[in-house]
């Protein structure tokens, strides 16, 4: 019986020889350079132009840079001239950013700029989106087009999976965060030779754009919060209850999607949609303070800085607002990601937790809260985790993290994703 079930156990997969693997390394490291770089000049004429917005402008004029009518002006603002560009340029900015995800299709290329322009004035103007969906989306095309041209025997989909680790390895400083995406998409998928053979030009790719990044930029994840010993008990309870909070949390902005996103589609024109969902956000900035404002990441860090610098009550209010934000800039039509303003949430939450119970460690609700928000909006259950063990940089947490993102997964797993189809329908 033992020989005969060996018998019939299908032959390992053969490895990959290096001879077949060295080719795609000069590709991979091209690739790797040129998002890393695309993304950088992004992010750095947005930063510019945020200075303007919100420094140099409110300061010529008199008016306090994050006061309530500044701030509404702005947001407004932005709605109308993301609008123009919705509206009037060609490609009209790419597809609904309701319907896109991280893995973004190849786009003609009249898009682009049309979708670049929109993503920078997004970052600049103060809406509650990141830049990685549409710079993975733009980064993605790039490499096929250009890729079809310089090799145009190369399968175009090998071009996608190297411009999309090149994105992410640059946007969180690390090629891991790259690997473990495309590790979870590879799993559902029936692939030739072994897992590594697969990873070996993205993980190129995702490499060299994390080391770009890293000596352009400079960017970190962690929050530098107060340090974590041994676990405890009481530090799983702690985990386990905030990341199924933030779990429940999130998904409360994934079942709401379809109506918002359904009550701005009824305006019908960008040049409504957009300026609609400025008055709103203006009006959530009003409520929930400055900190709520941009794509989160440097709002975290402000955060994190000083735990106790806010009342439970304030926490709270950042955390609902900033989620609220989050559902109605994607809802609106502004072109941007939902991972950073999700750290916020979660990092705001865990914060609130350490408010309300002094004994709940900053570090374990903040990654617990990241963690939980993140596996509801993102469905990514590897990039939840590292982002969450990132922000803390303990190996101690990542045990907890493990165990709580169990019955966080359970909670999330099998319901509507915060993604929809062309029709306004969840995807699943």
């Given at each position: 019986m033992v020989q005969d079930s060996a018998q019939q156990e299908p032959p390992a997969a053969p490895a990959t020889r290096a001879r077949d693997l060295l080719p795609s390394v000069v590709p991979a490291l091209v690739v790797g350079v040129a998002c890393s770089l695309l993304l950088t000049g992004v992010?750095?004429?947005a930063e510019e132009l945020q200075d303007v917005l919100w420094q140099v402008l409110p300061d010529a004029l008199g008016v306090g840079r994050y006061s309530v009518l500044w701030m509404f002006v702005?947001?407004?603002?932005?709605?109308?001239?993301?609008?123009?560009v919705v509206w009037k340029v060609p490609g009209h900015a790419g597809p609904d950013p309701a319907t896109t995800g991280l893995d973004a299709p190849a786009l003609p290329p009249m898009v682009l700029p049309g979708l670049l322009l929109a993503s920078a004035l997004m970052l600049a103007g103060g809406p509650s989106l990141g830049p990685e969906n549409p710079i993975i989306a733009v980064n993605v095309s790039l490499a096929v087009w250009l890729g079809a041209r310089a090799a145009p025997r190369a399968p175009g989909r090998g071009?996608?999976?190297?411009?999309?680790?090149?994105?992410?390895?640059?946007?969180?400083?690390?090629?891991?965060?790259?690997?473990?995406?495309?590790?979870?998409?590879?799993?559902?998928?029936?692939?030739?030779?072994?897992?590594?053979d697969s990873l070996f030009a993205p993980l190129t790719a995702a490499a060299s754009g994390a080391l770009t990044a890293t000596l352009v930029s400079q960017p970190s994840f962690?929050?530098?919060?107060?340090?974590?010993?041994?676990?405890?008990?009481?530090?799983?309870?702690?985990?386990?209850?905030?990341?199924?909070?933030?779990?429940?949390?999130g998904m409360c902005a994934v079942h709401a999607l379809p109506y918002v996103h359904g009550a701005f589609q009824r305006l019908r024109h960008p040049m409504l949609m957009l300026p609609a969902g400025g008055a709103v956000l203006g009006a959530l900035a009003a409520l929930g303070g400055p900190l709520t404002l941009f794509k989160g990441?440097?709002?975290v860090a402000e955060l994190a800085a000083d735990p106790g610098g806010w009342?439970?009550?304030?926490?709270?209010?950042?955390?609902?607002?900033?989620?609220?934000?989050?559902?109605?800039?994607?809802?609106?039509?502004?072109?941007?990601?939902?991972?950073?303003?999700?750290?916020?949430?979660?990092?705001?939450?865990?914060?609130?937790?350490?408010?309300?119970?002094?004994?709940?460690?900053?570090?374990v609700g903040v990654s617990a809260g990241v963690l939980g928000v993140l596996l509801a909006i993102t469905r990514q259950g590897w990039v939840s985790l590292f982002v969450a063990a990132a922000?803390?940089?303990?190996?101690?947490?990542?045990?907890?993290?493990?165990?709580?993102?169990?019955?966080?997964?359970?909670?999330?797993?099998?319901?509507?994703?915060?993604?929809?189809?062309?029709?306004?329908?969840p995807v699943r």
């Open positions: 992010s750095l004429a702005v947001l407004v603002t932005t709605g109308i001239a993301v609008g123009l071009w996608m999976v190297l411009a999309e680790a090149a994105t992410i390895g640059a946007l969180f400083g690390t090629p891991v965060a790259a690997a473990l995406v495309i590790s979870e998409a590879l799993a559902g998928q029936r692939i030739k030779g072994r897992l590594w962690d929050l530098g919060l107060p340090p974590f010993g041994s676990p405890g008990w009481a530090d799983l309870l702690a985990a386990l209850t905030v990341a199924a909070v933030g779990a429940l949390l990441l440097d709002e009342s439970a009550g304030q926490f709270a209010t950042m955390t609902v607002v900033k989620l609220a934000a989050l559902l109605v800039a994607t809802s609106c039509g502004f072109r941007g990601g939902r991972i950073f303003p999700a750290v916020f949430v979660g990092t705001a939450l865990g914060l609130c937790a350490h408010a309300l119970v002094p004994g709940v460690q900053p570090a922000l803390v940089a303990s190996p101690s947490v990542l045990v907890l993290l493990c165990i709580a993102s169990l019955p966080a997964w359970l909670l999330v797993t099998g319901r509507p994703q915060m993604q929809l189809r062309a029709d306004g329908t």
